[in-house]
C-alpha cells in the first residue's frame, strides 16, 4: 500500500491538500451526472414533486420542511403547519433550516439540487481523507465507490438529513486528519485545523442526534495516538481545540430544549428509539407480532405514552418532559426484558438495512411501479418472483441489480480492505480508530431494531467505502504486478526464441 508516502501529504492542513484533486473529477462527473439525469426525470414525469414539498410521501421529509419554514417565517420552532404550534425537541435545528430556507429561496428542486452536490463534494472530501491516510490510487476508488451508488442518488431527492450530516462529518474528519497523522509521525499538529473539525462535527451533531457521541470516539482515538507516541503535550492541545469547537453548539441547543421543554437533553428521539424500535425488535422476535403490536404492548406494559404520542406531542395529553422521562425510565427494562431476542433483531436489522434498497422509492419518483419480487421467492427463483421483477421494467430492474451488485462488492472489498490495512504497521494505528468510528454508526442503526433498512445504513457508508477503496486499491495493484510479471516472462520467452 501507498500509505507512508500519502502521510506526507496529511502533514499539511486542509488548505493544503486541495490540490491535485484532478483524480477525483471522474467521481465528481458520474455523481453530477446520475443526479441531474433524475433531476430532469422527475421535471419531466412528476414536475409538481419538485414544486410542492408536500408531494413527498415520507412524513420526515415533509415535517423538516414544514419546522424550516415555521423558524423562518413565523420564528416558531415547531413542526405543525398550523397552531397551537408545539414546540419541537424531536428534530434538530440545522437541516430544517437548510430544507426550509432552500424550499422558500426557490422550491423543493433546490433542495434536491443541493444535496446532489453535497455528494459531489462528499466524493472530493473522501478523496481527501482516503489519499492521506491510504495514498492516491485507493483515494480514487474510494470516490468511485461513494459516486456511483444509485441508493444515495435516489435518496438526494427527498428532503432528509443524511446527506447534509455525512458531508459535514467527512469535512469534519477532514480536518482532522492532519492532527491524526501528525501524533503517529511526531510531526507539528495543526490546531486551526482541529478546532474547524470540532465546529463542523457540531454542526453535523445539530444536523442529526445521531452523531452525538462520536465526539467521544475520536477524543478516544487522538488520546489513544498521543499516548503512544508519547506527545502528551501536543495531544492535550489537539483535544482542547477540538473540544472547544465541537461542544458550544450542542450545549446551546440542549440548554435552548431545558428552557423551552423542561428537558436538558439534545433531542427526545434517542429515547423513543431504544424503546420502540431497539426494544420493539425483541418485542417482534419474542411474541411473533408486527412492529405496531410491538408499540402497543410496550406502551400498554409499561405505562408508556403510545410511539405516536410521543412523536407528536401535541396529540398527547402529556408534556414533553413527561414523555422524556417515562420512556428514558423504560428505556433499559423494555431492552432488557428479551436479551436474546434483542440481539439476534438487531443483528437481522443490521443484515436489512446492509441490502436493503430504495427502488420503489425511484418508481414513486418517476410515476412508475414497481412490484416488490420478494427477496426470499427471488432468492430461490420462484416463476412468480421472477416474473414480477421483469414486469417492474428495464430501468428500474437495472436499478435493482446495480444496488444489490454495488452493495454487495462494497461489503467484499472493504473486509478485504479491513485485512489490509490492520496488516500494515503504517496504516494500523488510524485503521482502528476508522473501525471504531464505523462501529459506532453500526450501533445506530442496530438502535433500529429489526425494522432497520437502507436509510439507517447511510451514515455508515462513507467509513465502509474507505476500507473499500483500500481493498481494491490492493486489488488493483496485484493485478498490476501479474500483468507486469506476465509481460516480462512473454518478452524473456521471445527474447529466448530469437536467440
Not at 327 to 346: D, G, T
Not at 362 to 379: F, I, Q, V, Y
Not at 396 to 410: A, E, K, M, Y
Request: aromatic share 10%; charged share 10%.
Amino acid at each position: 500500500m501507498a500509505a507512508p508516502n500519502s502521510i506526507n501529504m496529511a502533514e499539511k492542513p486542509a488548505g493544503y491538500r486541495i490540490a491535485g484533486l484532478k483524480p477525483a473529477l471522474p467521481a465528481v462527473l458520474i455523481c453530477l451526472t446520475l443526479n441531474l439525469a433524475l433531476l430532469a426525470g422527475i421535471g419531466v414525469k412528476r414536475p409538481t414533486y419538485l414544486t410542492n414539498f408536500h408531494e413527498n410521501a415520507n412524513p420526515d421529509a415533509n415535517h423538516y420542511v414544514q419546522l424550516g419554514r415555521n423558524v423562518l417565517l413565523l420564528g416558531i420552532y415547531s413542526r405543525q403547519a398550523e397552531p397551537p404550534y408545539v414546540p419541537d425537541m424531536v428534530r434538530t435545528p440545522v437541516y430544517p433550516l437548510f430544507a426550509g430556507g432552500l424550499d422558500l429561496l426557490a422550491g423543493p428542486w433546490l433542495i434536491y439540487l443541493s444535496q446532489a452536490f453535497l455528494q459531489a463534494g462528499s466524493c472530493l472530501l473522501l478523496f481527501l481523507i482516503i489519499r492521506s491516510l491510504f495514498g492516491e490510487r485507493a483515494a480514487f476508488w474510494g470516490s468511485l465507490i461513494l459516486a456511483s451508488d444509485l441508493m444515495l442518488v435516489i435518496y438526494n431527492f427527498e428532503a432528509m438529513s443524511e446527506p447534509l450530516f455525512n458531508f459535514l462529518v467527512l469535512a469534519s474528519i477532514a480536518c482532522l486528519t492532519p492532527s491524526l497523522v501528525s501524533l503517529i509521525r511526531a510531526a507539528h499538529v495543526w490546531i486551526g485545523s482541529t478546532f474547524l473539525g470540532g465546529v463542523l462535527l457540531g454542526l453535523a451533531i445539530l444536523t442529526r442526534p445521531a452523531g452525538l457521541y462520536l465526539p467521544v470516539v475520536l477524543c478516544a482515538g487522538l488520546l489513544t495516538l498521543g499516548c503512544k507516541s508519547k506527545r502528551f503535550g501536543a495531544t492535550l492541545a489537539c483535544l482542547l481545540a477540538f473540544l472547544t469547537g465541537v461542544v458550544p453548539l450542542p450545549a446551546l441547543w440542549i440548554a435552548r430544549n431545558a428552557k423551552v421543554c423542561s428537558v436538558p437533553r439534545l433531542a427526545t428521539v434517542d429515547a423513543v428509539c431504544s424503546v420502540y424500535f431497539a426494544g420493539g425488535g425483541a418485542y417482534q422476535l419474542r411474541h411473533d407480532i408486527s412492529l405496531i403490536d410491538a408499540h402497543g404492548a410496550i406502551a400498554q406494559e409499561y405505562g408508556l405514552p403510545r410511539h405516536e404520542e410521543a412523536m407528536n406531542p401535541w396529540i398527547s395529553q402529556r408534556s414533553i418532559a413527561e414523555m422524556d422521562s417515562a420512556l428514558r425510565n423504560a428505556s433499559f427494562p423494555v431492552m432488557a426484558r428479551y436479551p436474546k431476542e434483542l440481539i439476534i433483531s438487531s443483528i437481522l436489522g443490521v443484515m436489512k438495512a446492509s441490502f436493503s434498497h430504495n427502488t420503489s422509492v425511484l418508481a414513486e419518483l418517476l410515476d412508475l411501479k414497481w412490484l416488490a419480487p420478494g427477496t426470499a421467492d427471488l432468492l430461490h427463483l420462484r416463476p412468480e418472483a421472477v416474473a414480477r421483477l421483469w414486469a417492474n421494467g428495464s430501468l428500474l430492474d437495472v436499478v435493482f441489480f446495480w444496488q444489490l451488485f454495488h452493495v454487495s462488492l462494497t461489503l467484499g472489498l472493504a473486509l478485504a480492505g479491513i485485512f489490509t490495512s490492520l496488516r500494515c504497521a503504517t496504516t494500523r494505528s488510524v485503521t482502528l480508530l476508522l473501525l471504531a468510528v464505523l462501529g459506532y454508526f453500526y450501533l445506530t442503526v442496530a438502535m433500529f431494531g429489526f425494522e432497520a433498512f437502507y436509510r439507517c445504513r447511510v451514515p455508515v457508508l462513507p467509513f465502509l467505502y474507505v476500507f473499500a477503496a483500500v481493498g481494491m486499491s490492493r486489488l488493483a495493484a496485484m493485478r498490476s504486478r501479474t500483468v507486469f510479471t506476465q509481460t516480462v516472462e512473454h518478452t524473456q520467452t521471445m527474447a529466448g526464441g530469437a536467440g
